[in-house]
């Protein structure tokens, strides 16, 4: 197996709605924010290489929406999908597996692209199946109205009618299942419901791709989550519990949206579980 991150671009947010509650006195330790409040936030991806399987974990924001629409959210660097994908010697074809932890339009963008005289829309990735679960594809197909705008039906109604939408099993009772792609997946439902977390065992460790259950270090305090998350009470019980096994088995920790930490580990402290070491992508693959 060979990991490979993949930096999809790169934005800013609110730093307020990136820490809800949380005064900024004190999230601005960690998350500086620049005039207009807003914070650097990454779109940094995973591909895996798994025997004949090219399997990419979310897609980023994409670049078939308007320049309005971006304007919301100052993108900055030349970092692209494609272009990452190329440094790694892959083409978007190559891929065979699109597993996206949630349907949030800065996770799964990048899937849909426009058909080539731009009159509708289509797969990105030609020769890939999609990767969703049930009950968080009916919760983005008949959105709730606090979530309503972050679901974007052309990035996501393509995939189903394309013939490449497929399902993982959720598990019954257990929160963490093993996929059909090889690896764990740990169910979370603060943020949304059923975000799925990719747990990757490559050389020894276990590599958590993280997603929106731990967005940025800023944010590894219990109380310091978004103000996004739908059910922000359950977020508090899923991310200390996920902490607490990751301080316990020395979890490599795959940060989404830290734009200026890759990968950390975490210890238990007299505070709770805090940050332990800090490392590149280069450091563990």
């Keep these: 197996m060979k990991l490979y991150p993949i930096a999809a671009g790169n934005f800013k947010l609110d730093g307020g709605a990136m820490f809800g509650v949380v005064p900024k006195s004190l999230w601005q330790r960690t998350n500086p924010a620049d005039a207009h409040n807003m914070i650097d ?9 798994d025997g004949n399987r090219l399997i990419l974990v979310d897609t980023g924001m994409g670049n078939k929406q308007t320049d309005k629409f971006y304007g919301y959210y100052h993108l900055w660097g030349d970092d692209s999908l494609e272009k990452s994908l190329k440094t790694y010697g ?3 074809d190559d891929i ?32 890939a199946r999609f990767w969703s679960n049930e009950n968080h594809w009916q919760w983005a197909t008949i959105p709730n109205r606090r979530e ?38 740990f169910f979370a439902n603060g943020h949304t419901e059923k975000q ?55 979890y490599y920790l795959f940060l989404e949206h830290d734009a200026h930490h890759e990968i950390i580990t975490v210890k238990h402290t007299e505070k709770g579980v805090r940050l332990n070491e800090v490392f590149t992508c280069k450091d563990i693959f």
């Design 41 to 49: 936030v990454a779109a940094r991806c995973l591909l895996i290489e």
């Design 90 to 92: 892959f083409h978007k």
């Design 96 to 127: 065979t597996d699109v597993f996206m932890t949630h349907l949030h339009f800065d996770h799964c963008g990048g899937s849909i692209q426009f058909n080539k005289d731009k009159t509708g829309y289509e797969p990105a990735f030609k020769n």
């Design 148 to 185: 309503k705008a972050s679901f974007l039906t052309e990035n996501i109604i393509p995939m189903q009618e394309s013939g490449q939408l497929n399902f993982i099993a959720q598990p019954e009772l257990d929160i963490v299942t093993k996929s059909a792609l090889g690896f764990d997946v």
């Design 196 to 250: 799925m977390i990719p747990m990757i065992h490559y050389n020894g460790k276990t590599i958590c791709f993280m997603a929106d259950l731990l967005p940025t270090v800023g944010h590894l305090p219990i109380p310091f989550v978004m103000g996004y998350d739908t059910r922000p009470l359950l977020s508090l019980d899923e991310k200390e519990k996920f902490l607490k096994m990751a301080a316990d088995h020395n």
